[in-house]
Every structure is written in C-alpha cells, then in structure tokens.
C-alpha cells in the first residue's frame, strides 16, 4: 500500500480524530488510567510506611532519603530507555512491562531486611513507573479523538492522586491491624493492583499511528478496521504536515529543542514540590505543628484536595487553553507556598488552609504534564520525548525528596517551604516565556512547526 493510497489531501473520509468515542477509546482508557493509579499509589505508599519501616530497619537520614528517593531514581532511567524502545520496538511490547515490575518489586517488600535491599526494590518499582509515561500516555494520545485529548489526558493526573489517596488510606488501615511488620505489607499491596492492570491490559492492539510510521500499513489498516469500524482503513488517518521524518536528534535543535526544553522546565517545577511532600508528608505536616490526627487526616484531606484541583483544571483545560491554565497554576500554588513559609509556625487551620489553596492550584500544571509532551511532538519521537522528560523531572524530584529530611533539621520547615515555592516560581516563569497553546488543535497541527 503506498503513500498517496493512503493519505489523499482531498479524501472526503472522516478523520478518525474527529470520530465520537467508542467502547474500545473507554477501555483504552482504563488501561492506561490503570497505570496512573498504580503510580499514584506506589510513589506515595512510601510516605504512609517510611517511620515504621525506618525504625526497624535502623535507617539514619541518608537513607531514609535514599529510600524515599529511589523510585524516582528508577523512573529516571527508565524513562530514556523506555521512550526509546517504545519509538523503537512499539507501544504495545512494553505495555505489559511496568506491570510486571510492580508486581516484583512490590512483593519482594515482604522478605526485605537492609535499606539497601529496599533501595533495589523501590528502584526496580521505578522503572515500571517510568515505562508507564512514554509508553502508556502515547498509546492513549494516539487512539483518542481531538476534542477528547485534551480531558482524557489530563483524567490521568486525576488517576494519579486516586492513587495517591487510596495509598493513605489502605496503608493506614494495614498498619493499624498489621502488627510490628504491617509495613511489610503496606509496600506489598500495590501488587494486588498490578496484576489487576497486568489482566485489564490483555489484547491491547498496536498504535495505528506507530504502523504507519514505519511503514506496516496493512497491519494498521487491520487495527483502524477493529477499532473504529470496517468502513474505516488507513485512509481515515490524517496526515503527518511534513514530509520529513523527525529524527531524535532533532529534540536538541530548532523548535523542538525549544519545545524539549519547556516541558523539562515545567514538568519538573510541577511534580518537585508535589513528590517531597508527598514521600514526607506525615514528617513535613507534623514540622508544621500538624500532629496526632490532624497529620494523618491531613494528609488524606491534602491529597484529595489535590484530586478536587486536578478535576477543576480538567474542565477548565479546553475552556482556558493550555497556557493560560498553567500560567495562572503555577502563579497561585507558588503564593500558597510563600504563605506556608511565612506562617509556618501558624494554627493547624491556617496551614491547612494554605496546603490545601497548592493543592487546588497546582492542579493546573499537573494535568498538563500528561498533555503537553504527547501533543507538542510527531509520532516518530513522540514516546522518546515524553521518556526524557519524565526521566529529567525525576532527576530533581529524587534530590528533591532525599535532601527533605536534611532540609527540615538544618534549616527549618518555613524555610523549606520557602525553597519549595522558588521552584515553582521557575516553573511560572518558564511557562510565561515558553509555553505554547495547543486547544482545539489535531495532534498533527500540534506537533507540527509550521503553525
């Protein structure tokens, strides 16, 4: 089958980016939306179990950061390697992948007896994590209509502090009825959801798109024919605004260096202050004079506060446009965390109030994490992309979280939270200088340079 078979300018075929969603655009998104819960409740897990676990193992400040930090570690590699095996080898190969790893890592919690051990374990978790971005995220975006992109990715991040909320709460009700050891089985427990995801995720068909980028134009024809109906084919796909095929090394030059640069800038603002609070968000709510109940239920409050500011930018994201939307989220969550600085030493209802106005604002800038990689970049480097800048952000979210407990002994938490909202006022800065608007646009007009 050729090229001109099968893109023809002057088709009067339906775009299948312009289809209704189906039952196959549902179950895609369960499948993917799996990961992102999986993620959620493992990276935070962590936090619910790091005193009890701590203790028993005799872990000194080191590696308690060590330990906190070395899923991020983990994702940091993966990341790289993932995203370019998925451009590589395809999306579908390594769908099954990360579940795998959770699986392994999670059980292997309950015969863990060093820091160093747990150190291996925590990584290899990571490495599922960090499969998930490239590899799931570009499988979703390049099934899902245009006017649904946008909300569908974003509902990712709001799968992902599920996660999170879910991890409080079923790691705090098995530590309370789980013994000495409960925390064993508090870290165990995300591979009760991994083998759910691993199940859901059977008989995932390739990308389309991936097929036609490497030239399987029959196999894709088959795939378009399953997914949107036997009068769709190849010829239903819109089609790519150059004719040159982008190469990896184009990332590091002209727009898309730029692009590359944007998402690594406000990827990492975002999640840094999000990823050391939340490894240690008992530790940091207590410096914060939050003890007792008001320390465990906070937290639990914090992160579906979190949930709340995911669910508003989501339907605020094709309303105000991507700029705008991350622009205004970093400006406000960055002024809640001056305010936390400042009244560090305040009532439990005043730091609240501010732990809760970041977590409603920085919603923002969390469900475009999901969107603005996969629509700024072509198919050919779109998987590698979104690897190097998840693997980037989670270069300074792991030294972030490590230097958490050095940073609350040796200069305090006001002045933690002070350094906290600097990051994030980079990210508003770089949004301001840097990011794009892509609403209302395909995914070919969004990764496109010409526009």
């Known amino acids: 089958m050729s090229n001109s078979a099968v893109y023809s300018k002057n088709s009067p075929l339906i775009s299948i980016e312009d289809v209704p969603l189906n039952w196959f655009h549902q179950l895609m ?41 070395s899923a991020m570690l983990g994702t940091f590699f993966s990341g790289f390697l993932g995203g370019w095996l998925t451009d590589k080898l395809g999306r579908r190969r390594l769908f099954f992948v990360g579940p795998i790893l959770f699986i392994v890592g999670s059980l292997g919690s309950l015969w863990v007896e060093s820091g160093m051990a747990l150190f291996i374990l925590r990584f290899l978790v990571g490495m599922g994590v960090g499969l998930e971005y490239p590899v799931a995220g570009s499988l979703l975006t390049e099934f899902l209509p245009q006017k649904n992109r946008g909300p569908r990715l974003a509902g990712l991040t709001i799968l992902w502090f599920v996660g ?52 399987r134009f029959a196999e894709a024809d088959r795939v378009i024919k399953k997914v949107y109906g036997p009068s769709f084919s190849v010829a239903n796909m819109p089609k790519e605004d150059s004719e040159k095929k982008v190469s990896l090394g184009d990332l590091m030059h002209s727009g898309y260096g730029k692009r590359m640069l944007f998402v690594i800038v406000f990827w990492t603002a975002a999640v840094v202050p999000m990823f050391a609070v939340y490894s240690f968000a008992p530790v940091v709510l207590q410096a914060l004079n939050l003890k007792g109940n008001w320390a465990a ?84 480097i779109r998987a590698f992309a979104v690897g ?43 949004s301001i200088w840097l990011a794009p608007e892509t609403r209302g646009m395909s995914l070919e007009q969004a990764s496109s340079l010409k526009r």
């Open 297 to 380: 239920y906070g937290s639990v409050l914090i992160t579906l506060l979190f949930v709340v500011g995911c669910v508003i930018a989501t339907r605020l994201i094709d309303v105000m446009g991507r700029r705008p939307l991350v622009i205004h989220s970093f400006l406000w969550s960055s002024l809640a965390l001056l305010g936390l600085g400042a009244f560090s030493n305040g009532a439990e209802i005043v730091v609240l109030l501010m732990f809760g106005a970041y977590a409603l604002f920085i919603g923002g800038a969390q469900v475009l994490e999901l969107v603005y990689p996969n629509e700024l970049f072509p198919t050919e």
């Open 164 to 215: 999170a909320a879910l991890s409080y709460i079923i790691g705090n009700f098995i530590l309370a009825h789980g013994g000495e050891e409960g925390w064993r089985l508090v870290l165990a427990s995300s591979a009760v959801i991994g083998l759910l995801l691993l199940l859901v995720r059977l008989g995932t068909p390739e990308s389309p798109r991936w097929l036609v980028s490497k030239g």
């Open 29 to 69: 998104t369960l499948r993917a939306g799996g990961g992102w819960i999986l993620d959620g409740y493992i990276l935070s897990i962590i936090g619910v179990a790091i005193v009890q676990f701590s203790d028993y193992l005799k872990l000194d400040s080191f590696w308690q950061g060590m330990v906190a930090a």
């Open 388 to 430: 190097i800048g998840s693997s980037m952000t989670r270069v300074g979210s792991a030294v972030g979280t490590w230097m958490v407990p050095f940073s609350l002994h040796s200069i305090g938490i006001g002045n933690t939270m002070y350094a906290a909202a600097a990051v994030s006022i980079v990210g508003l800065v770089a």
